[in-house]
Nanobody
Framework: QVQLVESGGGLVQAGASLRLVCKAPRSITSVFSPLNMGWFRQAPGKERELVASITTDRLTHYVDLVKGRFAISRDNSRKTVTLQMNNLNPEDTAVYYC????????????????WGQGTQVTVSS
């Protein structure tokens, strides 16, 4: 099963920043550029939600709660997608998942083909 690889999670205090990086495995790097990418998160007791996404044309979308604080970007040459998270607050605490699909609709509806294993982000008050 193809799995994306996330890194960059950790424990920080409120107001701090973190950068999450997702890298496509070798098996799909040849098709990375046509992939629409997204970052999801799931907090304890809550459903998984799409936080930010970026299309193959670099169009971005953010959930209202993170607008102005998070920024998603992609580097097709390095086969990576990055989520820069600033001014974190305890409500951002969750497991963050990277996801990808050739169909942007699939990313938007939470059913992308490829997923990562998740990385924990914990924000203390």
């Amino acid at each position: 099963q193809v799995q994306l690889v996330e890194s960059g999670g950790g424990l920080v205090q409120a107001g701090a920043s973190l950068r999450l990086v997702c890298k496509a495995p070798r098996s799909i790097t040849s098709v990375f550029s046509p992939l629409n990418m997204g970052w999801f998160r799931q907090a304890p007791g809550k459903e998984r939600e799409l936080v930010a996404s970026i299309t193959t044309d670099r169009l971005t979308h953010y959930v209202d709660l993170v607008k102005g604080r998070f920024a998603i970007s992609r580097d097709n040459s390095r086969k990576t997608v990055t989520l820069q998270m600033n001014n974190l607050n305890p409500e951002d605490t969750a497991v963050y998942y990277c996801a990808a699909d050739p169909d942007n609709t699939a990313v938007g509806n939470g059913r992308p083909r490829y997923w990562g294993q998740g990385t924990q982000v914990t924000v203390s008050s």
